[in-house]
Structure formats: C-alpha cells, structure tokens
C-alpha cells in the first residue's frame, strides 16, 4: 500500500512516499533556512508562505522519484499539528485536495507521534519500547508498546533540547539553526572544561528543564545579569570548551533518564528520534548506556530525525489499516492534543 505523507508543521516543506508503512520510496524535504537565517529564528508569516510556493513541486518531486503518479497513491497522510498554524494549514490543505479530489482515504498524524516512532522507518519494529524524542519544541519520553499505543511518560517543563541547542547558539554567535553549529564546535573542545549544571529535577519522574543550562552558559560568557552580546572576548579554544560543556551537559540528563524509564517500563529497547537525534555525541553517549544497561538503542536513521514526510506517511499507514480516518473537516492544531500533554 503506497502512502503519500506531507509534513509542513514548521519550516521544512516535506513530501514522501512510503510503502507498507515501512519501506521509503521517496522523501523529499526542502529547508527555509536561507529565509529565516537573518532574523535568528522561524518567521511564521514567512514559513506559511514559503510553503505555499513549495508544495506542489515537492509533492511531484515525491512521486516522481518514486516513480509512481497520482493515480498509484492509496491514501493520504499529513501533519495536523502541533506546529505553526499557518504552516500546517499549507499541508493539510493541499492533502485535503489530493484525498478528494483522488478519492482515497485521508489520515491525519501528530507530529511528536511519528517523531516518537520514527525508529521503525525501514527497520524491525523495536516495540515494546522507550522513546526518546529529541527536537526543537518538545523533549519528551514515551512508553511505546506499538505504534498506536503510545504513553507519554515525562517532558520537558521548560526549554527543549533543540531550543537549548538554538539559544547557546545565538549566545555564541554561531547562527541559526543552532544544533549542528553548536555540535560542529563541541568536537573542537573539551566537555570536561566548565562544569554547567545538570537539572535532574524529581528522580522519580522523568521529567527534563533546559532554560537553567541556557542561562549558565550565558552568564558564564557574559557574567552574571548579563544579555546576550558580542562574544570577541572569547578565545576559539574558550568558544569550543563552551560548546562541548554544554553539549556534555545537555546530553547527560537526556540518557540517564532514557535507561532509568527503560528500566521502569520493564523494556528492553530504547528508540530515538527528533532533530537533536541527528546529534552525533548523544547517540554516541545513549549507545554506550545501552550497552552498559543491556538495553538496544534502535536511534532514528539520521534522514529521518529532523522534520520529514517519510515518518508522516509511516505512521499514517498504521492509523489507516487500524480504520483512523480523517475527513474533509479536518483543521490543523496548533498546541498539543488535551490527551497529550
Ligand atoms: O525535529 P526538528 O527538525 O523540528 C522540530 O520538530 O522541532 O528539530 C529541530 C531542532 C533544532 O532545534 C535544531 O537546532 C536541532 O533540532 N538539531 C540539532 C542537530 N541537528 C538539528 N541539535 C543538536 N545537534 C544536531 N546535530
Ligand atoms: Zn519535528
């Protein structure tokens, strides 16, 4: 069964094609970067429109490199949120039409849902397991058992990790998006140079907070009290010990409490998905943990952790061969669903 996914929650346009919810045929995923550089994040008003001018030339991209047409697609899958709502509306708009005017099922897909199973794209289901989603907005573990049966067992109360990562970033002049810079840098330095704090909050829960890290790393730049500035001052040996501290920092709480909710759930698979999973030293860190606690890291193929239509069209055919259908009423959501939060 052949599943055309389309994702435009934020500031990737993306279309995909997938087969039997596993096997990618195409996924095609244009980045806004260029647009939003200047001004140090994601414009809204821009996104949605840059969205509008892309869309239909990804989703021919899609299928062509699938090689199949319109006529081949068996249904529809796409983002109705959480994101950006004029950024979803591009997509779900443009699934609408197609489902319609194709007359083929549509399937609406939570962002965070498909993040959180990405790990199955083109693999072995790992489930039962605990997944780890890593991303710009949202850092949150799931007790997953299978593909619709997803619980989310902690998250962060304040700052996510890719915002974290985005903001040390801005503090270090290093541009947007912040993540790869950020990592890019921490390979020059040594993460044992500056102790940043850990927030290890509540032990018993599985809960992560960022914004403390954000502003030590600030205050240790600026001093304390300080706003963000020019950073001249610092040394290229100081910027790349800052990098690597707080990435040692960042990643730290991320996999102590990945294996300790593992070891709750009573599992023995540990997934990983979302932007910051494309982080080389995280998945370096959690597959060492693995290893040591006997657990099996299964990490998101790094295509498919940051934003993509492969892991829409996925998970779209699970809700689709379980009888989840949207209709022609559906409208994006821009906040969490009530029962996820
Ligand atoms: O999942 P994603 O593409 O979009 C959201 O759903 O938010 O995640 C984007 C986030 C950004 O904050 C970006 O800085 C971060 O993922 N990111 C990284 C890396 N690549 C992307 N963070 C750390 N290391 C990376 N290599
Ligand atoms: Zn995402």
Same mark, same amino acid.
């Given at each position: 069964m052949l =599943?055309?996914? !389309?994702?435009?929650?934020?500031?990737? *346009?993306?279309?995909?094609?997938?087969? &039997?919810?596993? $096997? /990618?045929?195409?996924?095609?995923?244009?980045?806004?970067?260029?647009?939003?550089?200047?001004?140090?994040?994601?414009?809204?008003?821009?996104?949605?429109?840059?969205?509008?001018?892309? =869309?239909?030339? !990804?989703?021919?991209?899609?299928?062509? *490199?699938?090689?199949?047409?319109?006529? &081949?697609?068996? $249904? /529809?899958?796409?983002?109705?949120?959480?994101?950006?709502v004029g950024s979803l509306l591009v997509g779900v708009t443009a699934a609408k039409t197609i489902a319609m005017t194709l007359n083929v099922p549509l399937v609406a897909v939570d962002h965070l849902h498909a993040h959180a199973v990405s790990a199955a794209l083109g693999a072995e289901s790992p489930w039962p397991a605990v997944s780890l989603v890593v991303s710009g907005g949202h850092t949150s573990l799931y007790h997953v058992r299978d593909f619709l049966d997803v619980q989310l067992i902690g998250q962060t109360v304040d700052d996510a990790a890719g915002e974290a990562f985005d903001k040390v970033a801005a503090i270090l002049e290093l541009g947007f998006p912040g993540g790869p810079a950020v990592e890019r840098l921490a390979r020059q330095g040594d993460p044992r140079a500056i102790r940043f704090p850990r927030a290890w909050l509540d032990e018993a829960h599985f809960n992560f907070s960022y914004s403390g890290l954000k502003t030590a790393v600030l205050y240790h730049v600026h001093g304390t009290g300080r706003k963000y500035g020019s950073t001249a001052h610092l040394r290229p040996e100081e910027r790349a010990d800052i990098a690597a501290s707080f990435q040692a920092a960042l990643i730290e709480p991320l996999v102590v409490k990945s294996v300790a909710a593992a070891h709750a759930c009573g599992v023995r698979n540990l997934t990983l998905g979302g932007g910051v999973a494309s982080n080389a030293a995280l998945r370096a860190a959690l597959a060492r943990a693995c290893a040591e606690a006997g657990l099996t890291l299964h990490a998101t193929p790094t295509e498919y952790c940051t934003d993509n239509a492969a892991m829409i069209a996925a998970l779209g055919y699970h809700k689709l061969t379980a009888g989840q259908l949207a209709d022609l009423w559906l409208e994006p959501r821009a906040g969490l669903a009530r029962a996820r939060r």
């Amino acid at each position: 069964m052949l =599943i055309l996914g !389309i994702e435009t929650s934020c500031d990737e *346009t993306s279309a995909a094609v997938v087969c &039997d919810g596993r $096997a /990618v045929r195409s996924n095609v995923v244009t980045s806004q970067i260029a647009l939003h550089e200047r001004y140090g994040g994601v414009v809204p008003e821009i996104a949605a429109r840059a969205h509008i001018e892309a =869309i239909d030339h !990804i989703i021919g991209r899609a299928l062509a *490199t699938a090689g199949i047409a319109y006529g &081949d697609v068996d $249904a /529809v899958a796409v983002t109705d949120g959480p994101g950006l709502v004029g950024s979803l509306l591009v997509g779900v708009t443009a699934a609408k039409t197609i489902a319609m005017t194709l007359n083929v099922p549509l399937v609406a897909v939570d962002h965070l849902h498909a993040h959180a199973v990405s790990a199955a794209l083109g693999a072995e289901s790992p489930w039962p397991a605990v997944s780890l989603v890593v991303s710009g907005g949202h850092t949150s573990l799931y007790h997953v058992r299978d593909f619709l049966d997803v619980q989310l067992i902690g998250q962060t109360v304040d700052d996510a990790a890719g915002e974290a990562f985005d903001k040390v970033a801005a503090i270090l002049e290093l541009g947007f998006p912040g993540g790869p810079a950020v990592e890019r840098l921490a390979r020059q330095g040594d993460p044992r140079a500056i102790r940043f704090p850990r927030a290890w909050l509540d032990e018993a829960h599985f809960n992560f907070s960022y914004s403390g890290l954000k502003t030590a790393v600030l205050y240790h730049v600026h001093g304390t009290g300080r706003k963000y500035g020019s950073t001249a001052h610092l040394r290229p040996e100081e910027r790349a010990d800052i990098a690597a501290s707080f990435q040692a920092a960042l990643i730290e709480p991320l996999v102590v409490k990945s294996v300790a909710a593992a070891h709750a759930c009573g599992v023995r698979n540990l997934t990983l998905g979302g932007g910051v999973a494309s982080n080389a030293a995280l998945r370096a860190a959690l597959a060492r943990a693995c290893a040591e606690a006997g657990l099996t890291l299964h990490a998101t193929p790094t295509e498919y952790c940051t934003d993509n239509a492969a892991m829409i069209a996925a998970l779209g055919y699970h809700k689709l061969t379980a009888g989840q259908l949207a209709d022609l009423w559906l409208e994006p959501r821009a906040g969490l669903a009530r029962a996820r939060r």
